[in-house]
């Protein structure tokens, strides 16, 4: 059964770095299109950025491009989220996701973890 799980969420202040793990279970990253998105509270959730199957590129929302970068080791099926020059509104709750299927459309999501940033 596929299985993403997410870690490395918490609290930091603004301007610092933070990095998120998804380890995938039942499936390999490296065979399918993968993403990260976020939901603040009473917001929706929103696209933060992908990476191709080939690992070779990925593109980002505008609101963190140039601040967020999305890699994958392949050797421990684990995509990461590498956050830096935190902002508060980069608060919310943050979801890995695999295996695209159009329209911005994912087959499998983690649980979601937590990043609070303070000012």
């Known amino acids: 059964q596929e299985q993403l799980v997410e870690s490395g969420g918490g609290l930091v202040q603004a301007g610092e770095s933070l990095r998120l793990s998804c380890a995938a279970r039942?499936?390999?990253?490296?065979?399918?299109?993968s993403a990260w998105f976020r939901q603040a509270p009473g917001k929706e959730r929103e696209f933060v950025g992908s990476?191709?199957?080939?690992?070779?590129?990925?593109n980002y929302a505008d609101s963190v491009n140039g601040r967020f970068t999305i890699s994958r080791d392949d050797a421990k099926n684990t995509m990461y989220l590498q956050m830096n020059s935190l902002k508060p509104e980069d608060t919310g709750t943050y979801y890995c996701?695999?295996?695209?299927?159009?329209?911005?459309?994912?087959?499998?999501w983690g649980q979601g973890t937590q990043v609070t940033v303070s000012t």
């Open positions: 996701a695999a295996v695209y299927y159009g329209a911005n459309k994912y087959r499998h």
């Open positions: 990476i191709r199957w080939t690992g070779g590129s990925a």
């Open positions: 039942g499936l390999t990253f490296s065979n399918y299109q």
